[in-house]
């Protein structure tokens, strides 16, 4: 875990992009990138194509016996979000759109419909 | 008002500082080694103030949670180790916290042990789903410092001074006397209870829920030495009370109830009544920033909507985690299992775990890149990698010893 | 299509057969995005290096070797071939 700066005018995707936080255009943490597509081939450029969110992108990560654990379980999606819809790079990731429009956060959402039933679902604590 | 602040946030640091591991384990302390670890609680007290103010420190200049710098950091491999291991860990303390509510509350009422732990369930679900993150710091922090009492008792029962004084300086058993495992493997348990992890996390979550900035490192600075330093006086005070009550009757501290009695037998009704109370809202506190603490951990690791600021709807997955967390530990001492053992795994496994949970915090408040300016200073960074030293020897040396010691029965 | 995750950590070896460590870095040219930012990304080099235990605590500085994207023969089961020997690519310290 030793700091790095990476080299001024680049960008060190490991380091800068890999495992942060994604943000939406309304500030809502959706996820973490989980993994990086990137489009092209040896003899051929490179490009980042687009952000993997979702246990299917992070599942793979992991050692072979905790990958199969986490793909057994039900982990296997993953949401694309193309590099176009990348607002800006920080310590968060923040996007262009809201969540929802990219097909993140989807979880949170169905769940909060559901707890949206209980009294007090919608009181902001501070 | 920032005065009113300050005070009370030192107030709530001392009064959140005990929890049933550190009453049992310092009891004990003192029934068996009398004054002479002493040293290891002004040990831990000083180690839990640098990480405590490195955690703040981080939290109000990052305005970020600590939990996804985890992610970032370690990468996902041991990043996904540390989450899974630190949230085994809180888990087995909140069950502990809550078998001893149950435990104080049959000894008030007479009511059955199972029925109490359900209510008890009941008590922290509805607490955490409608009071507010500042109303639950509070509520339970101020209150906690009815813990107060065990001091007034360890100064009542007249304490030979100059001996207290002398616990304050490391010493060994003599070898021969056959308790040198015994007394390392309490070194270890009242540096891994004093210095538990998730009171960090949790610090720096709540420095995140208050919104703080870097004008308030000096509030940060404040709290955590003051309120610590006093929470470790109440800490050495249970020691104490530990060696003149439960020394020359020579019996194992045990139950939160001895304490309670410890109290009774010096202030009356009032002494046990305070005692209860004070033991009631520190464990209660205890429990809940162990299960909020696995909620925002897996909440920030993952990337999801997390914390009270936000309405329960926004961050369901967030709500599930504590939700889940409580139930759990609620099922782990419905098992009948003595809550008690519980107390003692979870401190052993707490310190077990201790370096992977707080090599972050160093490598991160180190970082100028992220800390810029407020990144760490000589004395943070020579205490805080001293300290993480200490941690790394009591990790490597804890499960050996709890095994060589029976159990830390000697 | 390639994922960073299948390039990260993969054995970077030369032709000549020289180990260049693992791939620890993957480089893309232009500032990082505040306003406006960049439509297409593209990956202009590959940091290599050798990454011990005295590394990872951060009390020794990492070296690596910059390798262009254009000097990559092959990528396939966690390695990745790259063109020449060590000697042809710069080494710098990550710091």
Redesign the interface.
């Known amino acids: 875990?030793?700091?790095?700066?990476?080299?001024?005018?680049?960008?060190?995707?490991?380091?800068?992009v890999?495992d942060h936080t994604l943000v939406d255009a309304d500030d809502l943490p959706c996820g973490c990138v989980d993994?990086?597509?990137?489009?092209?081939?040896?003899?051929e450029?490179?490009?980042?194509?687009a952000l993997?969110v979702g246990p299917g992108a992070w599942g793979?990560?992991l050692p072979a016996l905790f990958a199969r654990l986490v793909r057994w379980m039900g982990g296997r999606q993953v949401v694309r979000v193309p590099?176009?819809e990348?607002?800006?790079?920080?310590e968060q990731i923040r996007l262009r759109s809201n969540a929802l429009r990219l097909g993140l956060g989807l979880t949170d959402r169905k769940l909060g419909l559901r707890i949206a039933k209980l009294p007090g679902s919608e009181a902001v604590s501070r | 008002m920032k005065i009113l602040e300050l005070f009370l946030g030192i107030l709530t640091a001392m009064g959140g500082f005990v929890e049933i591991g550190e009453l049992t384990f310092m009891m004990n302390a003192g029934g068996i080694f009398d004054y002479r670890l002493l040293w290891v609680v002004l040990l831990g007290t000083i180690g839990i103030i640098v990480y405590g103010e490195i955690a703040g420190r981080v939290a109000a200049v990052r305005a970020q949670p600590v939990f996804d710098i985890v992610r970032e950091r370690a990468g996902i491999r041991l990043g996904l180790l540390t989450l899974v291991a630190s949230v085994l860990v809180c888990l087995l303390t909140c069950a502990a916290e809550i078998g001893a509510i149950a435990l104080l509350w049959q000894l008030a009422s007479g009511w059955p042990y199972r029925g109490l732990i359900l209510l008890a369930l009941a008590f922290f679900l509805l607490v955490v789903w409608f009071v507010p993150f500042k109303g639950i710091e509070r509520i339970f922090g101020l209150l906690g410092l009815l813990m107060v009492v065990f001091v007034g008792l360890a100064w009542s029962m007249h304490p030979d001074w100059g001996d207290v004084a002398k616990g304050f300086v490391p010493s060994v058993p003599r070898a021969g006397e056959g308790k040198t495992l015994l007394y390392a493997y309490y070194t270890i348990a009242l540096i891994s209870s004093v210095m538990l992890p998730y009171e960090t996390y949790f610090y720096a979550s709540g420095a995140i829920e208050d919104k703080w900035t870097p004008r308030d490192l000096g509030t940060n600075r404040a709290i955590v030495i003051v309120g610590f330093l006093l929470g470790g006086v109440l800490a050495a005070s249970l020691l104490v009370v530990g060696k003149l009550y439960l020394g020359p009757k020579h019996i194992e501290a045990g139950l939160p109830g001895t304490a309670a009695l410890a109290a009774a037998s010096r202030f009356g009704a009032i002494g046990l009544w305070t005692a209860l109370a004070g033991m009631f809202f520190a464990f209660a506190g205890a429990a809940i920033e162990t299960a909020l603490c696995c909620a925002y951990n897996t909440a920030q690791f993952f990337g999801w909507p997390w914390g009270k600021f936000r309405a329960p709807r926004t961050a369901p997955r967030f709500v599930a985690c504590w939700v889940i967390v409580f139930v759990l530990a609620a099922v782990v001492v419905l098992t009948g299992v003595d809550p008690v053992q519980v107390v003692e795994y979870s401190i052993v496994f707490s310190v077990v775990i201790l370096p992977l949970t707080y090599f972050p915090l160093m490598?991160i408040s180190?970082d100028r890149d992220v800390m810029g300016v407020h990144a760490n200073g000589v004395v943070a960074n020579t205490l805080g990698w001293f300290y993480f030293v200490v941690i790394s020897i009591a990790a490597v040396a804890a499960i050996p010893l709890l095994l060589l010691t029976h159990g830390g029965q000697g | 299509?390639?994922?960073?995750?299948e390039?990260?950590g993969a054995n970077a070896v030369t032709e000549r057969g020289h180990a260049l460590g693992e791939v620890?870095?993957?480089?893309?040219?232009?500032?990082?995005?505040?306003?406006p930012?960049f439509?297409?990304?593209?990956?202009h080099g590959l940091l290599c290096g050798r990454h011990g235990l005295l590394?990872?605590?951060?009390w020794k500085?990492?070296k690596a070797r910059i390798v262009p994207?254009s000097a990559?023969?092959?990528?396939e089961h966690g390695e990745v071939l790259v063109r020449g020997a060590a000697e042809d690519y710069e080494e710098v310290e990550?710091?």
Do not use: F
């Not at chain 1, 030793?2 to 080299?7: E, F, I, K, M, N």
């Not at chain 3, 439509?39 to 990956?43: C, G, K, L, M, V």
């Open positions: 875990m030793s700091p790095r700066l990476p080299a001024p005018g680049c960008v060190d995707v490991y380091r800068q890999l993994d990086i597509e990137l489009e092209g081939a040896p003899g450029p490179l490009r980042i194509a993997l793979p990560r590099w176009s990348v607002a800006e790079l920080g | 490598a180190r | 299509m390639i994922l960073l995750s390039l990260l620890r870095e993957v480089r893309s040219p232009g500032k990082a995005e505040t306003e930012t439509a297409e990304r593209e990956i590394e990872r605590l951060g500085q990492p994207w990559v023969l092959r990528v990550m710091r």
